[in-house]
């Protein structure tokens, strides 16, 4: 199990920016891919991107891609999600995630829920338009 804490979240007018971080007290953090996911009220979870363990690769989902940025600092055991650009539409409650049952995964990235099995509590993002 990753330890995992978000933070960063608020409430900002549209068209501004957010950085998330997702900090982690785990030895093992560097070992493995990190997510951020979103869920917004009435609606399902859904991933908004991946990033692998060593930072080399990341994904992006359609409707974030070209705003969101992913990006991590192994040696601060951190995630960050840099968020610009920010619509109406972004307002949900922000998670990031550890595939932690596959250290130093060099597959595809995963996207579904069920591979990632640490969590953090989530980080609430406003956008008021």
């Known amino acids: 199990q990753v330890q995992l804490v978000e933070s960063g979240g608020g409430l900002v007018q549209a068209g501004g920016s957010l950085r998330l971080s997702c900090a982690s007290s785990?030895?093992?953090?560097?070992?493995?891919?990190m997510a951020w996911f979103r869920q917004a009220p009435g609606k399902e979870r859904e991933v908004v991107s991946a990033i692998s363990w060593n930072g080399g690769r990341t994904t992006y989902a359609d409707s974030v891609r070209g705003r969101f940025t992913i990006s991590r600092v192994n040696a601060e055991k951190t995630v960050y999600l840099q968020l610009n650009g920010l619509k109406a539409e972004d307002t949900a409650v922000y998670y990031c995630?550890?595939?932690?049952?596959?250290?130093?995964?060099?597959?595809?990235?995963?996207?579904?829920?069920?591979?990632?099995?640490?969590w953090g509590q989530g980080t609430q993002v406003t956008v008021s338009s």
């Open positions: 995630a550890a595939d932690s049952f596959r250290p130093f995964w060099n597959g595809v990235l995963p996207s579904t829920e069920s591979t990632y099995h640490s």
């Open positions: 785990t030895r093992t953090f560097s070992n493995y891919c």
